[in-house]
């Protein structure tokens, strides 16, 4: 089983999307039983707050749910539990680290670094690009898909 942790700044917004947008690659692709995949966030700002609406909308404009979801914070256990910590941004990256000791396995990534892009995903709490973000995470969810089967 190959097991994801996609995190973000409060685990409202992007972290989430790409969570149930690569459930929802996985499910169309018949390939539940071959990953686990969660997310997090690297503040204890919205810890237990559910997705953010503006990014439930758009998921739902694509037909993806994400009833259930509670923001949760990324434990150091984290990085022995999971086989890819995949980070929005460079600074979500470094507070990654932060938590868990360092990368010595090498297991965190940029999720657009699947896609050949060394960028970040804006945090569209500030920008207000749901759309935008929508499809850069669907973008680096598709080609990390097709890394890993």
């Known amino acids: 089983m190959t097991r994801i942790l996609f995190v973000c700044h409060g685990n409202i917004c992007r972290s989430p999307m790409a969570e149930y947008v690569m459930k929802d690659m996985v499910k169309q692709a018949g390939l539940e039983r071959r990953f686990e995949i969660a997310s997090a966030a690297t503040s204890y700002e919205e810890i237990g707050n559910p997705v953010y609406p503006p990014a439930v909308r758009e ?85 990390m898909l097709a890394q890993l089967v």
């Open 59 to 143: 998921l739902a404009r694509h037909g993806i749910g994400c009833a259930g979801h509670a923001a949760r914070h990324m434990e150091k256990s984290d990085y022995a539990r999971y086989d890819y910590l995949i980070g929005m941004e460079a600074v979500n990256l470094r507070n990654m680290r932060r938590i868990c000791g360092g990368d010595p396995e090498g297991k965190m990534r940029l999720l657009l670094s699947f896609a050949g892009r060394d960028q970040g995903i804006d945090d569209p709490w500030y920008t207000g690009r749901f759309g935008e973000v929508y499809d850069q995470i669907h973008e680096g969810c598709a080609a």
